[in-house]
């Protein structure tokens, strides 16, 4: 395990166990482990790890928080209940038992398979924007980044990321900023892309879902375009969970814009 510290005392690591590679990040002294299971990303998650940091520190009180990145060189063919499974190899390795766990979108579907196929690891389990199956929109939203990433088009995949990820008027307003972020792609960014689009092809655990014991909190938002909260709803129906939907205003990345969502989480975290 390699493990630096940042300059504001954030620590990032890549660990290797039975064959898999990933770097995770690391804050907070809280009894308890938090682990953020983030959505399908052009780039590597733990270089915006300060951020994210930033954004959770009061979880850092009750928590450590781990942020997990997806697996180094993820073989083709790769599936989401594969990520679950490196997911859990990797908390067994940290020694991470019953953590409260937050996924967001892609991450949330592989928090899903991680609650049913080994409940010991989740304690309680929030998940945002996020589906148990996939459905015509989302489809259509993934299928066609695939095609533009096949094309080697990284201006395209960019900006139809932002398009479809934040609502008219955050995309207004930061969606430059990201396409600059995101412009340089390497050609082993896009491959990885391209795997992790592909692993929630035939994705179905929809009937599991009644294997989950541990408490849910399940978020959407009504301006969601890529999951769409009708499919937030039907994990929440499943499950009889609790439940909180945002309005039109908020998009899929509403985890990201609504300036409440992060003391929604930290409440249903403390009960």
């Given amino acids: 395990m390699n493990t630096?510290?940042?300059?504001?005392?954030?620590?990032?690591?890549?660990i290797r166990t039975g064959g898999i590679e990933?770097?995770?990040?690391?804050?907070g002294t809280g009894a308890r482990p938090f682990v953020i299971l983030p959505g399908l990303s052009l780039k590597s998650v733990i270089p915006s790890a300060a951020t994210v940091a930033e954004a959770y520190a009061a979880f850092g009180e009750d928590h450590t928080v781990y942020l997990f990145d997806r697996r180094k060189h993820a073989p083709e063919g790769y599936t989401v209940r594969n990520m679950a499974e490196d997911t859990a190899a990797v908390m067994d390795a940290l020694g991470l038992r019953d953590a409260d766990v937050f996924g967001a979108s892609q991450g949330g579907m592989i928090a899903l398979y991680l609650a049913i196929g080994r409940p010991e690891l989740v304690h309680r389990m929030a998940l945002g924007s996020t589906?148990?199956?996939?459905?015509a929109v989302?489809?259509?939203?993934?299928?066609?980044w695939i095609a533009l990433a096949q094309a080697g088009d990284v201006e395209a995949l960019v900006r139809d990321s932002v398009e479809m990820t934040y609502a008219p008027a955050t995309a207004a307003a930061f969606g430059e900023a990201f396409v600059r972020?995101?412009?340089?792609?390497?050609?082993?960014?896009?491959?990885?892309?391209?795997?992790?689009?592909?692993a929630g092809?035939?994705?179905?655990?929809?009937?599991?879902?009644?294997?989950i014991r541990c408490p849910v909190l399940v978020i959407g938002a009504g301006g969601d375009r890529i999951a769409t909260a009708d499919a937030s709803r039907e994990i929440a129906e499943q499950l009889g969970c609790e439940a909180y939907f945002y309005g039109?205003?908020?998009?899929?990345?509403?985890?990201?814009?609504?300036?409440?969502y992060r003391?929604?989480?930290?409440?249903?975290?403390r009960k």
């Fill in 4 to 14: 630096y510290i940042l300059d504001n005392g954030l620590t990032t690591a890549t």
């Fill in 201 to 211: 092809a035939g994705m179905d655990c929809y009937a599991d879902l009644k294997k």
């Fill in 263 to 269: 003391e929604r989480l930290l409440a249903f975290f």
């Fill in 181 to 198: 972020a995101n412009s340089n792609l390497s050609p082993e960014e896009l491959r990885t892309f391209l795997v992790m689009a592909r």
């Fill in 248 to 260: 039109t205003e908020y998009g899929h990345a509403v985890y990201d814009e609504a300036p409440d």
């Fill in 131 to 135: 589906l148990c199956r996939p459905n």
């Fill in 138 to 144: 989302s489809n259509a939203v993934v299928e066609r």
């Fill in 22 to 27: 990933m770097e995770y990040a690391r804050f």
